[in-house]
Protein backbone atom coordinates (compact mmCIF):
# COMPACT_ATOMS: atom_id res chain seq x y z
CA UNK A 1 0.00 0.00 0.00
CA UNK A 2 1.38 3.38 -0.65
CA UNK A 3 1.50 5.44 2.49
CA UNK A 4 0.74 8.97 3.00
CA UNK A 5 3.18 11.71 4.97
CA UNK A 6 2.21 12.25 8.66
CA UNK A 7 0.76 15.58 9.31
CA UNK A 8 2.98 18.69 10.66
CA UNK A 9 2.19 21.68 12.07
CA UNK A 10 1.41 24.16 9.49
CA UNK A 11 0.06 21.54 6.74
CA UNK A 12 -3.27 22.24 4.56
CA UNK A 13 -5.82 20.36 5.06
CA UNK A 14 -9.23 19.90 2.85
CA UNK A 15 -12.53 19.61 4.42
CA UNK A 16 -14.76 17.40 1.53
CA UNK A 17 -18.68 16.78 1.46
CA UNK A 18 -18.48 13.44 -0.54
CA UNK A 19 -21.93 12.20 0.58
CA UNK A 20 -24.49 14.27 2.37
CA UNK A 21 -24.16 18.21 2.29
CA UNK A 22 -25.01 19.11 5.88
CA UNK A 23 -21.91 20.35 6.36
CA UNK A 24 -22.89 23.68 4.01
CA UNK A 25 -26.49 24.34 5.90
CA UNK A 26 -26.96 27.30 8.00
CA UNK A 27 -28.18 25.66 11.11
CA UNK A 28 -24.73 23.94 11.29
CA UNK A 29 -22.74 27.73 11.32
CA UNK A 30 -21.64 27.17 15.01
CA UNK A 31 -20.62 23.78 14.11
CA UNK A 32 -18.34 24.62 11.12
CA UNK A 33 -17.19 27.56 12.77
CA UNK A 34 -15.80 25.21 15.80
CA UNK A 35 -14.70 22.70 13.59
CA UNK A 36 -12.27 24.89 11.90
CA UNK A 37 -11.28 26.09 15.27
CA UNK A 38 -10.01 22.79 16.35
CA UNK A 39 -8.31 22.72 13.25
CA UNK A 40 -6.34 25.60 13.76
CA UNK A 41 -5.75 24.31 17.06
CA UNK A 42 -3.99 21.34 15.71
CA UNK A 43 -1.84 23.69 14.02
CA UNK A 44 -3.71 22.70 11.29
CA UNK A 45 -4.54 24.96 8.02
CA UNK A 46 -8.44 24.48 7.06
CA UNK A 47 -8.90 24.55 2.88
CA UNK A 48 -12.05 24.42 2.49
CA UNK A 49 -13.37 22.76 -1.08
CA UNK A 50 -15.13 24.99 -3.69
CA UNK A 51 -18.61 22.69 -2.97
CA UNK A 52 -18.16 21.82 0.70
CA UNK A 53 -20.94 24.60 1.42
CA UNK A 54 -23.27 23.98 -0.96
CA UNK A 55 -25.90 22.57 1.19
CA UNK A 56 -27.84 19.09 1.37
CA UNK A 57 -29.88 19.62 -1.81
CA UNK A 58 -27.68 20.94 -4.26
CA UNK A 59 -25.06 17.90 -3.49
CA UNK A 60 -27.72 15.70 -3.38
CA UNK A 61 -28.47 16.56 -6.83
CA UNK A 62 -24.75 16.83 -7.94
CA UNK A 63 -22.97 14.42 -7.30
CA UNK A 64 -19.82 15.60 -9.58
CA UNK A 65 -19.43 18.84 -7.85
CA UNK A 66 -18.74 16.06 -4.55
CA UNK A 67 -15.96 14.18 -6.35
CA UNK A 68 -14.42 17.23 -8.46
CA UNK A 69 -13.69 18.50 -4.53
CA UNK A 70 -11.66 14.90 -4.02
CA UNK A 71 -10.13 15.44 -7.23
CA UNK A 72 -8.77 18.91 -6.72
CA UNK A 73 -7.64 18.19 -2.83
CA UNK A 74 -5.24 15.64 -4.48
CA UNK A 75 -4.32 17.90 -7.55
CA UNK A 76 -3.63 20.31 -5.60
CA UNK A 77 0.15 20.02 -4.04
CA UNK A 78 -0.24 22.51 -1.15
CA UNK A 79 -2.69 19.92 0.62
CA UNK A 80 -1.30 17.57 2.73
CA UNK A 81 -4.49 15.61 3.63
CA UNK A 82 -8.30 15.25 3.55
CA UNK A 83 -11.17 14.90 5.89
CA UNK A 84 -14.21 14.06 5.31
CA UNK A 85 -17.00 16.35 6.42
CA UNK A 86 -19.66 13.44 7.17
CA UNK A 87 -21.06 10.32 6.17
CA UNK A 88 -24.21 9.24 4.33
CA UNK A 89 -26.31 7.04 2.27
CA UNK A 90 -25.38 7.89 -1.29
CA UNK A 91 -21.25 8.32 -1.31
CA UNK A 92 -20.98 5.46 -4.25
CA UNK A 93 -22.70 8.04 -5.99
CA UNK A 94 -19.05 9.60 -6.83
CA UNK A 95 -17.29 6.86 -7.81
CA UNK A 96 -17.99 6.93 -11.43
CA UNK A 97 -16.61 10.95 -11.70
CA UNK A 98 -13.60 9.42 -9.75
CA UNK A 99 -12.97 6.12 -11.23
CA UNK A 100 -13.07 6.90 -15.07
CA UNK A 101 -10.59 9.91 -14.36
CA UNK A 102 -6.97 9.10 -14.80
CA UNK A 103 -5.83 11.99 -13.96
CA UNK A 104 -7.55 11.66 -10.53
CA UNK A 105 -6.07 7.85 -10.25
CA UNK A 106 -2.77 9.52 -11.28
CA UNK A 107 -2.56 11.95 -8.69
CA UNK A 108 -3.87 9.58 -6.06
CA UNK A 109 -0.77 7.61 -7.16
CA UNK A 110 1.59 10.10 -7.36
CA UNK A 111 0.83 12.22 -4.36
CA UNK A 112 -0.48 9.95 -1.35
CA UNK A 113 -2.63 12.13 0.62
CA UNK A 114 -3.84 11.35 4.43
CA UNK A 115 -7.20 10.80 3.87
CA UNK A 116 -9.67 10.32 7.39
CA UNK A 117 -13.46 9.38 7.56
CA UNK A 118 -15.80 6.73 8.79
CA UNK A 119 -19.52 5.69 8.00
CA UNK A 120 -20.37 5.82 4.24
CA UNK A 121 -16.83 7.09 3.68
CA UNK A 122 -16.41 3.43 3.72
CA UNK A 123 -16.89 3.58 -0.46
CA UNK A 124 -14.37 5.99 -0.99
CA UNK A 125 -12.20 4.49 1.59
CA UNK A 126 -12.66 0.90 -0.88
CA UNK A 127 -12.13 3.02 -3.77
CA UNK A 128 -8.71 4.56 -2.10
CA UNK A 129 -7.71 0.44 -1.39
CA UNK A 130 -8.22 -0.76 -4.94
CA UNK A 131 -5.76 2.63 -6.39
CA UNK A 132 -3.51 1.23 -3.83
CA UNK A 133 -3.47 4.25 -0.96
CA UNK A 134 -3.84 3.55 3.11
CA UNK A 135 -6.45 5.49 4.32
CA UNK A 136 -7.82 5.75 7.72
CA UNK A 137 -11.18 4.88 9.07
CA UNK A 138 -11.29 7.38 11.59
CA UNK A 139 -12.42 10.84 13.16
CA UNK A 140 -14.50 13.43 10.49
CA UNK A 141 -15.12 16.69 10.58
CA UNK A 142 -18.49 17.18 11.94
CA UNK A 143 -18.52 14.30 14.26
CA UNK A 144 -14.93 14.87 16.18
CA UNK A 145 -13.75 18.17 15.34
CA UNK A 146 -17.30 20.16 15.73
CA UNK A 147 -17.39 18.44 18.92
CA UNK A 148 -20.51 20.51 20.61
CA UNK A 149 -18.85 20.18 23.95
CA UNK A 150 -15.80 22.55 25.75
CA UNK A 151 -13.27 20.21 23.98
CA UNK A 152 -12.89 17.34 21.88
CA UNK A 153 -13.46 14.04 23.58
CA UNK A 154 -9.99 13.27 25.12
CA UNK A 155 -9.86 9.25 23.48
CA UNK A 156 -10.67 10.73 20.03
CA UNK A 157 -8.08 13.75 19.93
CA UNK A 158 -5.57 11.03 21.02
CA UNK A 159 -6.34 9.27 17.75
CA UNK A 160 -6.16 13.20 15.97
CA UNK A 161 -2.97 13.52 17.47
CA UNK A 162 -1.70 10.09 15.85
CA UNK A 163 -1.98 11.79 12.27
CA UNK A 164 1.31 13.41 13.75
CA UNK A 165 3.26 10.67 14.91
CA UNK A 166 4.22 7.78 13.43
CA UNK A 167 5.58 5.29 15.91
CA UNK A 168 6.74 1.30 14.81
CA UNK A 169 3.74 0.13 16.21
CA UNK A 170 0.20 1.41 17.96
CA UNK A 171 -1.91 -0.29 20.65
CA UNK A 172 -4.98 0.18 20.11
CA UNK A 173 -6.19 0.25 24.01
CA UNK A 174 -10.15 0.70 24.97
CA UNK A 175 -11.34 3.89 26.19
CA UNK A 176 -12.30 3.68 29.92
CA UNK A 177 -15.46 5.64 28.89
CA UNK A 178 -17.88 5.99 26.45
CA UNK A 179 -20.87 8.68 25.21
CA UNK A 180 -24.10 8.80 24.59
CA UNK A 181 -24.95 10.72 20.83
CA UNK A 182 -25.99 14.04 20.94
CA UNK A 183 -30.06 14.75 20.57
CA UNK A 184 -29.40 18.51 20.55
CA UNK A 185 -27.01 20.02 17.57
CA UNK A 186 -28.20 23.45 17.73
CA UNK A 187 -26.29 26.42 18.86
CA UNK A 188 -27.49 26.49 22.53
CA UNK A 189 -25.91 22.95 22.94
CA UNK A 190 -22.35 24.16 22.37
CA UNK A 191 -21.11 23.93 25.72
CA UNK A 192 -23.10 20.83 26.78
CA UNK A 193 -20.68 17.72 27.26
CA UNK A 194 -22.07 14.68 26.26
CA UNK A 195 -23.54 11.96 28.65
CA UNK A 196 -20.75 9.92 30.07
CA UNK A 197 -20.91 6.16 31.04
CA UNK A 198 -17.73 4.04 32.50
CA UNK A 199 -16.93 0.93 30.37
CA UNK A 200 -17.80 -1.87 31.33
CA UNK A 201 -17.25 -4.43 28.48
CA UNK A 202 -13.78 -3.41 27.43
CA UNK A 203 -12.78 -5.56 24.78
CA UNK A 204 -14.30 -8.62 24.61
CA UNK A 205 -13.19 -12.29 22.82
CA UNK A 206 -16.18 -14.17 21.55
CA UNK A 207 -14.15 -16.66 20.06
CA UNK A 208 -10.40 -17.16 19.54
CA UNK A 209 -7.52 -18.51 21.10
CA UNK A 210 -3.37 -17.22 20.94
CA UNK A 211 -2.81 -14.48 18.82
CA UNK A 212 -3.47 -13.92 14.74
CA UNK A 213 -2.25 -11.52 12.37
CA UNK A 214 -3.46 -10.29 9.17
CA UNK A 215 -3.72 -6.91 7.23
CA UNK A 216 -7.38 -4.53 8.16
CA UNK A 217 -10.33 -4.15 5.58
CA UNK A 218 -13.61 -3.51 6.42
CA UNK A 219 -15.55 -0.47 7.63
CA UNK A 220 -19.55 0.28 7.88
CA UNK A 221 -21.86 -2.96 8.22
CA UNK A 222 -24.83 -0.73 6.48
CA UNK A 223 -22.74 0.54 3.61
CA UNK A 224 -21.03 -2.96 2.50
CA UNK A 225 -24.69 -4.56 2.74
CA UNK A 226 -25.74 -1.31 0.68
CA UNK A 227 -23.03 -2.08 -2.42
CA UNK A 228 -23.91 -6.20 -1.99
CA UNK A 229 -27.89 -5.01 -2.41
CA UNK A 230 -30.37 -3.26 -4.28
CA UNK A 231 -31.58 -2.03 -0.64
CA UNK A 232 -31.16 0.96 -0.37
CA UNK A 233 -30.10 2.58 -3.92
CA UNK A 234 -31.54 0.30 -7.43
CA UNK A 235 -28.11 1.12 -9.04
CA UNK A 236 -25.61 1.03 -6.01
CA UNK A 237 -24.72 -2.78 -6.71
CA UNK A 238 -24.12 -1.93 -10.25
CA UNK A 239 -21.66 0.89 -9.51
CA UNK A 240 -19.97 -1.71 -6.90
CA UNK A 241 -19.66 -4.05 -9.52
CA UNK A 242 -18.69 -2.52 -12.09
CA UNK A 243 -15.61 -0.25 -10.19
CA UNK A 244 -14.60 -3.45 -7.76
CA UNK A 245 -15.50 -1.63 -5.15
CA UNK A 246 -15.57 -4.82 -2.77
CA UNK A 247 -12.40 -7.03 -3.30
CA UNK A 248 -13.00 -10.89 -4.96
CA UNK A 249 -13.61 -13.22 -2.19
CA UNK A 250 -9.41 -14.25 -2.91
CA UNK A 251 -8.65 -11.06 -1.39
CA UNK A 252 -10.30 -11.75 1.94
CA UNK A 253 -7.73 -14.64 2.74
CA UNK A 254 -5.85 -13.82 5.53
CA UNK A 255 -7.36 -10.34 6.31
CA UNK A 256 -8.77 -8.48 9.50
CA UNK A 257 -12.29 -7.44 9.34
CA UNK A 258 -13.21 -5.01 10.77
CA UNK A 259 -16.76 -4.35 11.13
CA UNK A 260 -19.34 -1.26 12.89
CA UNK A 261 -23.03 -0.73 12.61
CA UNK A 262 -24.32 3.26 11.49
CA UNK A 263 -26.22 5.40 13.46
CA UNK A 264 -29.52 3.89 11.82
CA UNK A 265 -28.82 1.25 15.27
CA UNK A 266 -30.56 -1.60 12.54
CA UNK A 267 -32.43 -3.88 14.49
CA UNK A 268 -31.26 -7.62 15.17
CA UNK A 269 -32.97 -9.29 11.94
CA UNK A 270 -31.36 -7.01 9.89
CA UNK A 271 -28.06 -7.19 11.34
CA UNK A 272 -28.68 -10.57 11.24
CA UNK A 273 -28.84 -10.30 7.13
CA UNK A 274 -26.49 -7.94 7.03
CA UNK A 275 -23.80 -10.69 8.19
CA UNK A 276 -25.48 -13.48 6.12
CA UNK A 277 -24.92 -11.28 3.09
CA UNK A 278 -20.65 -10.85 3.83
CA UNK A 279 -20.64 -14.35 4.19
CA UNK A 280 -22.20 -15.32 0.58
CA UNK A 281 -20.16 -12.85 -0.64
CA UNK A 282 -17.44 -14.90 0.89
CA UNK A 283 -16.32 -12.46 2.55
CA UNK A 284 -16.81 -14.04 6.48
CA UNK A 285 -15.78 -17.61 4.93
CA UNK A 286 -12.58 -16.66 3.89
CA UNK A 287 -11.23 -13.55 6.83
CA UNK A 288 -8.59 -14.71 9.53
CA UNK A 289 -10.45 -12.92 12.10
CA UNK A 290 -13.06 -9.76 12.53
CA UNK A 291 -12.92 -7.20 15.05
CA UNK A 292 -16.20 -5.42 15.60
CA UNK A 293 -17.07 -1.64 16.78
CA UNK A 294 -18.61 -0.73 19.63
CA UNK A 295 -22.69 -0.38 18.75
CA UNK A 296 -23.54 3.47 18.94
CA UNK A 297 -25.10 4.19 22.51
CA UNK A 298 -24.40 0.25 23.06
CA UNK A 299 -28.09 -0.24 21.70
CA UNK A 300 -28.61 -3.93 20.34
CA UNK A 301 -25.04 -4.60 22.71
CA UNK A 302 -26.16 -8.52 23.35
CA UNK A 303 -27.64 -8.64 20.62
CA UNK A 304 -25.40 -8.38 18.01
CA UNK A 305 -22.81 -10.15 20.05
CA UNK A 306 -25.50 -13.15 20.14
CA UNK A 307 -25.79 -13.04 16.61
CA UNK A 308 -22.30 -12.75 15.64
CA UNK A 309 -21.66 -15.73 17.79
CA UNK A 310 -24.46 -17.61 16.60
CA UNK A 311 -23.84 -16.60 12.70
CA UNK A 312 -19.92 -17.64 12.26
CA UNK A 313 -20.06 -20.60 14.65
CA UNK A 314 -19.59 -23.23 11.97
CA UNK A 315 -16.74 -21.37 10.25
CA UNK A 316 -15.16 -21.09 14.71
CA UNK A 317 -14.54 -17.58 13.28
CA UNK A 318 -12.24 -15.55 16.12
CA UNK A 319 -13.63 -12.37 17.09
CA UNK A 320 -12.79 -9.31 18.88
CA UNK A 321 -16.01 -7.42 20.13
CA UNK A 322 -16.78 -3.88 20.89
CA UNK A 323 -13.25 -2.02 19.70
CA UNK A 324 -13.49 1.91 19.57
CA UNK A 325 -13.97 2.51 15.80
CA UNK A 326 -16.89 3.46 14.20
CA UNK A 327 -20.20 5.10 15.04
CA UNK A 328 -19.59 5.23 18.94
CA UNK A 329 -17.91 7.68 20.32
CA UNK A 330 -15.28 7.90 21.55
CA UNK A 331 -13.53 6.82 18.10
CA UNK A 332 -9.69 5.58 17.13
CA UNK A 333 -8.59 5.12 13.89
CA UNK A 334 -8.01 2.19 11.50
CA UNK A 335 -4.91 2.07 8.92
CA UNK A 336 -6.67 0.06 5.67
CA UNK A 337 -3.95 -2.70 4.46
CA UNK A 338 -2.05 -2.30 8.32
CA UNK A 339 -0.33 -5.14 9.62
CA UNK A 340 -2.29 -6.31 12.94
CA UNK A 341 -1.91 -8.53 15.44
CA UNK A 342 -4.61 -9.78 17.76
CA UNK A 343 -4.03 -11.23 21.11
CA UNK A 344 -6.92 -13.25 21.89
CA UNK A 345 -5.62 -14.31 25.15
CA UNK A 346 -5.34 -10.69 25.99
CA UNK A 347 -7.89 -9.24 24.06
CA UNK A 348 -5.66 -6.97 22.81
CA UNK A 349 -4.99 -5.20 19.47
CA UNK A 350 -2.03 -3.53 17.76
CA UNK A 351 -0.86 -2.22 14.53
CA UNK A 352 2.46 -3.53 13.67
CA UNK A 353 3.78 -0.95 11.56
CA UNK A 354 4.19 2.45 10.84
CA UNK A 355 0.96 4.64 9.55
CA UNK A 356 2.86 6.74 7.55
CA UNK A 357 5.93 6.89 5.40
CA UNK A 358 8.95 6.87 6.90
CA UNK A 359 10.58 10.56 7.35
Same mark, same amino acid.
Given at each position: ????????????????????????????????????????????????????????????????????????????????????????????????????????????????????????????????????????????????????????????????????????????????????????????????????????????????????????????????????????????????????????????? $??????????????????????????????????????? $????????????????????????????????? $??????????????????????????????????
Amino acid at each position: MLKPAPLHVGDHVAVVSLSSGTLGELTQQHQLNRGLKRMRQLGLVPVMMPNALKGRLILQQRPELRAADLKTAFLDPSIRGVVAAIGGDDTYRTVPFLMADEQFKTAVRRSPKLFTGFSDTTINHLMFYQLGLQTFYGPNFLSDLAELGPTMLPYTTKTWQRYFENPQQTSIISSPVWYDERTNFSESAQETRRMTHTEMHHYEVLRGHGTISGTLLGGCLDSFYDLLTTTRYPDERQVAEQFRLIPCAAEWR $GKILFIETSDEQPQPDLFKRMLQRMRQAEILTNVAAVIV $GKPQNEHYYQEYRQILIDETADLKLPILYNINF $GHAFPRTALPYGAQVCIDFEQATLKILEPWFVEA
